[in-house]
């Protein structure tokens, strides 16, 4: 016979390897590994057109929920009524990450009204926070570095609170959410995205601003070092700035972009002319169908103001998205109006129902912060 001979364990091993036992065990095993592989790496194309994608699947059992955190940092009791819109919607979609309101050490889950003829009957504040923690299952975490009252507030005013998250450093990551936003869907994905100091949508804001980051939800990586950056560059600041512009300063060339659709609808976008830059080129513009398919809503309309604000009717008049020409012999299509009404009218409804009366809208104008002075916010209604 030419050749060497087959050393005895491995002819022992071929007669195995064709036995009908071992080949059920193999394809068993390379479905469970198909599986898992698919597990790991399912991300749906339409939710991350970009490069950047999570690594992982939620679906995933490698993943640690336990050091991931939605959270909401408020110093006001208006902010902390819209936070608990939040908690709620968040609760009614479901998360794997848990959750995390942070609020001024001076309030408390128990405190109660000083007035005698209230009868002990806990404060608004109280309250929302009892509503949070006991119905939505929100850790509260109070901190001495919020003020509610202006005087005490140091450097961590209104336009930077957000980024007091880079010092929570017991968490791995944490998803910071506006209070002026609306979740849609399920927002875990984004908790799976490559390591970064920091991640943002990456929003047309129209022009002139054109594209550019939105804190709408800021996902960061807490770290002692950031922190201290952070704090140094608020403290020479000047008064026309706010966190956006401290973010952009330090990591503007190493933020990770979330892609805008589904993760940034803006109400703005009803009022458009031209949806390309949001819905694609070539695709017949559908507002029902936008909002369906989006994770979250931002209500951005300036100079329309704030959600927790009611516009006065002749601004509302005049910003209202405008009415279109159907195709249909003319009619008029006003879809894109009604349901941006609708969506005002169903916050104003939540913000009382969930947190009473004193929380219903009343008509403000909105002032012209820094955000909207930078650009963010505004919307071109003839483009």
């Known amino acids: 016979m030419n050749g060497r001979a087959i050393p005895l364990p491995l002819r022992r091993l071929q007669r195995i390897a064709v036995t009908p036992v071992f080949k059920l065990v193999t394809t068993i095993i390379l479905v469970i590994f198909g599986i898992r592989w698919v597990l790991d790496h399912n991300h749906d ?20 929920w336990d050091d991931k955190r939605y959270i909401q940092i408020v110093a006001d009791e208006e902010r902390l009524c819209s936070a608990v819109l939040v908690w709620h919607e968040i609760e009614e979609i479901g998360s794997r990450a848990q959750r995390t309101l942070v609020y001024p050490s001076s309030w408390s889950p128990d405190e109660v009204e000083t007035d005698p003829a209230l009868n002990n009957t806990l404060t608004r504040k109280a309250h929302l926070l009892r509503e949070a923690r006991d119905k939505y299952y929100v850790l509260l975490h109070p901190i001495e570095a919020l003020h509610e009252n202006a ?58 601003t054109g594209w550019a980051f939105s804190n709408q939800m800021m996902l960061i990586t807490p770290s002692a070092s950031e922190f201290a950056k952070i ?39 009803l009022r458009r002319q031209d ?20 994770k979250m809503l931002h209500f951005s309309d300036w100079p329309v103001p704030r959600p927790w604000d009611s ?27 009604m349901l941006w009404m609708q969506l005002y009218a169903d916050y104003a409804a939540k913000r009382k129902g969930f947190c009473g009366s004193h929380f219903e809208v009343k008509v403000q104008d909105q002032e012209a912060d820094p955000m909207v002075r930078h650009g963010r916010f505004f919307h071109d209604e003839n483009t």
């Open 45 to 64: 194309r339409d939710e991350w057109p970009g490069a950047v994608r999570p690594t992982a699947s939620v679906e995933s059992n490698r993943v640690k």
């Open 151 to 208: 005087m005490l507030q140091g450097i961590w005013t209104d336009p930077y609170i957000k980024l007091l998250a880079f010092n929570l450093t017991q968490f791995d990551r944490v998803l910071v959410l506006d209070s002026a936003s609306q979740p849609k869907g399920n927002l875990d994905a984004v908790f799976l995205l490559p390591k970064a100091t920091l991640a943002m949508p990456w929003v047309y804001w129209g022009e002139p």
């Open 231 to 269: 704090e140094a560059e608020i403290t020479k600041a000047e008064s026309d700035q706010f966190d956006l512009t401290i973010v952009d300063k330090l990591y503007k060339s190493k933020t990770l972009k979330i892609p805008q659709r589904p993760y940034h609808l803006m109400t703005g976008e």
């Open 275 to 294: 949806h390309s830059k949001y819905w694609g080129s070539g695709k017949k513009w559908d507002p029902e169908e936008a909002l369906q398919k989006s």
């Open 311 to 337: 516009a006065p009717q002749a601004m509302l008049n005049k910003h209202m998205p405008k009415c279109l020409k159907s195709e249909w012999f003319g009619a008029t299509n006003c879809k894109d109006r």
